[in-house]
């Protein structure tokens, strides 16, 4: 199966306390406030493109987040649900762009782009460890 250009897949979801830029301290001196997380809106971004991309895929294949370039535009409070939207956009050699959005109940949350790559599975983790474990 391929994608065309403008092929789109729309991913759901309530934000949740595990969520919020609250719970990304990492220590006491970190203090971020009570709303959806720029890193998670990114998270539910990607997840969306990998969705798309998904039926594609060969049983040893998975795809990868390669870039994201976003704004996040505007806050969402808890338990709020929001809707993270790719779209498609064509080919740069051969990485697969997207057009990312998150909306809320208040509009448009965020906006820009995203890369991805196929790659094969087994390489992909075998070239983590080979890279980590360099003299």
């Known amino acids: 199966m391929t994608m065309e250009i403008k092929d789109s897949l729309a991913l759901t979801y309530t934000v949740q306390s595990k969520d919020l830029a609250s719970d990304l301290p990492i220590d006491e001196h970190d203090n971020f406030?009570?709303?959806?997380?720029?890193?998670?809106?990114?998270a539910l971004m990607e997840l969306s493109?990998?969705?798309?991309?998904k039926p594609m895929l060969q049983s040893d294949e998975l795809s990868v987040g390669v870039n994201v370039?976003?704004?996040h535009l505007a806050a969402t409070p808890n338990n709020q649900e929001v809707k993270a939207i790719a779209t498609y956009i064509g080919m740069?050699?051969?990485?697969y762009q997207?057009?990312?959005?998150l909306h809320d109940k208040g509009?448009?949350?965020g906006s820009?782009?995203?890369?991805?790559?196929?790659?094969?599975t087994e390489r992909l983790l075998q070239g983590a460890i080979t890279r980590v474990n360099k003299p």
């Open 33 to 42: 406030p009570e709303v959806f997380a720029t890193s998670r809106m990114i």
């Open 49 to 53: 493109a990998a969705r798309l991309m």
């Open 69 to 71: 370039n976003v704004n």
């Open 92 to 95: 740069a050699g051969k990485l």
């Open 98 to 101: 997207f057009e990312v959005e």
């Open 107 to 109: 509009g448009i949350a």
């Open 112 to 120: 820009g782009t995203h890369t991805r790559a196929i790659v094969k």
